[in-house]
């Protein structure tokens, strides 16, 4: 056990933690739930972290992204998330990807990976990332966040968890994010990442909601493809 | 009576609750007009804790839960 990870014990078994060193995820977004997510798979010691991103940092976000920093302005964030990588642990290995994900590249984003995570902040690229994950059959943790409020679930392959949560039509008008909503997101992810990574149970076809304005969580039960 | 649950963002200006007669609203989409509530506004749609659609039909009793969508990162 590298002394790095002997804080991860006994929360994690020795066992668990190998395998986390041997496992592969792509963060699909670099931003406010990426940033945080990179931050937390590779303190948590996950092997390999493919970091997905086509923008570069601007001064707006500052209030909430972690890897955004004064002289990182106009750099490229895929980047930015392996330098920091490096700079916590150079033993994983990153492999930055500095490309918006789209239908001419999701399908080689997502391949090879155990697990997807997304960072994204949009809904097209949402669908997008969906059907290149069901297509490769690789579960992905879906996580998104307005103003206050932060939603996190499971999307098993094929399971229509986007479609339900984004139906044709719908639109968010909020573009306000405050600073713990990518932060308490991330960790959600991160938790149920880390738990399907190493073989724990999770539930699927949930939705976990958090409105951090007034203190609500719910927890909300989709039936997938029932809806009547 | 039904009572509808609004969450998040759907709460500005309305209720946490509101309690409406099951006679005068039929479906989901009744409640929603009454409430001045786009389709587009919301995501996640419960009666009763099970999703549902705009067309489900409503009784005295039912429970609905209505939540925007998130979508940013």
Same mark, same amino acid.
């Given at each position: 056990?590298?002394?790095?990870?002997?804080?991860?014990?006994?929360?994690?078994?020795?066992?668990?933690?190998?395998?986390?060193?041997?496992?592969?995820?792509?963060?699909?977004?670099?931003?406010?739930?990426?940033? *945080?997510?990179?931050?937390?798979?590779?303190?948590?010691?996950?092997?390999?972290?493919?970091?997905?991103?086509?923008?570069?940092?601007?001064?707006?976000?500052?209030?909430?992204?972690?890897?955004?920093?004064?002289?990182?302005?106009?750099?490229?964030?895929?980047?930015?998330?392996?330098?920091?990588?490096?700079?916590?642990?150079?033993?994983?290995?990153?492999?930055?990807?500095?490309? *918006?994900?789209?239908?001419?590249?999701?399908?080689?984003?997502?391949?090879?990976?155990?697990?997807?995570?997304?960072?994204?902040?949009? %809904?097209?690229?949402?669908?997008?990332?969906?059907?290149?994950?069901?297509?490769?059959?690789?579960?992905?943790?879906?996580?998104?966040?307005?103003?206050?409020?932060?939603?996190?679930? %499971?999307?098993?392959?094929?399971?229509?968890?986007?479609?339900?949560?984004?139906?044709?039509?719908?639109?968010?008008r909020d573009?306000?994010?405050?600073?713990?909503?990518?932060?308490?997101?991330?960790?959600?992810?991160?938790?149920?990442?880390?738990?399907?990574?190493?073989?724990?149970?999770?539930?699927?076809?949930?939705?976990?909601?958090?409105?951090?304005?007034?203190?609500?969580?719910?927890?909300?039960?989709?039936?997938?493809?029932?809806?009547? | 009576?039904?009572?509808?649950?609004l969450?998040a963002t759907l709460r500005q200006d309305r209720e946490r609750?509101i309690?409406?007669?099951?006679?005068?609203?039929?479906?989901?989409?009744?409640?929603?007009?009454h409430l001045d509530i786009?389709?587009?506004e919301?995501?996640?749609?419960?009666?009763?804790?099970?999703?549902?659609?705009?067309?489900?039909?409503?009784?005295?009793?039912?429970?609905?839960?209505?939540?925007p969508?998130?979508?940013?990162?």
């Amino acid at each position: 056990m590298e002394r790095r990870y002997e804080r991860n014990i006994p929360a994690l078994s020795d066992q668990e933690c190998r395998l986390l060193r041997s496992k592969r995820v792509a963060v699909i977004g670099c931003g406010g739930i990426g940033g *945080y997510l990179i931050e937390l798979l590779a303190r948590i010691g996950v092997g390999y972290i493919r970091t997905v991103d086509g923008d570069v940092f601007e001064e707006s976000n500052f209030n909430r992204q972690l890897l955004s920093e004064q002289p990182l302005m106009g750099r490229p964030k895929a980047r930015a998330a392996e330098a920091r990588v490096q700079r916590i642990n150079p033993r994983i290995e990153v492999e930055p990807v500095a490309a *918006y994900l789209d239908n001419s590249n999701a399908k080689d984003i997502v391949s090879g990976c155990d697990l997807v995570l997304d960072g994204l902040d949009n %809904i097209p690229a949402r669908r997008i990332l969906a059907a290149a994950c069901t297509e490769a059959n690789i579960p992905y943790i879906h996580g998104a966040i307005s103003g206050w409020v932060a939603q996190v679930g %499971i999307s098993m392959p094929g399971d229509g968890l986007i479609d339900v949560l984004y139906p044709q039509g719908v639109s968010f008008r909020d573009r306000s994010v405050l600073s713990f909503a990518p932060s308490l997101c991330a960790s959600v992810q991160a938790a149920l990442a880390v738990k399907m990574l190493i073989g724990r149970p999770v539930e699927t076809g949930t939705i976990y909601y958090f409105d951090l304005l007034n203190q609500e969580f719910e927890t909300v039960k989709l039936d997938l493809g029932k809806k009547d | 009576m039904i009572e509808v649950r609004l969450f998040a963002t759907l709460r500005q200006d309305r209720e946490r609750s509101i309690m409406l007669d099951s006679k005068d609203f039929p479906t989901v989409q009744d409640v929603l007009t009454h409430l001045d509530i786009l389709p587009g506004e919301v995501s996640i749609l419960l009666v009763n804790g099970f999703h549902k659609s705009l067309e489900a039909q409503l009784v005295d009793g039912d429970v609905v839960a209505l939540f925007p969508p998130v979508g940013g990162g």
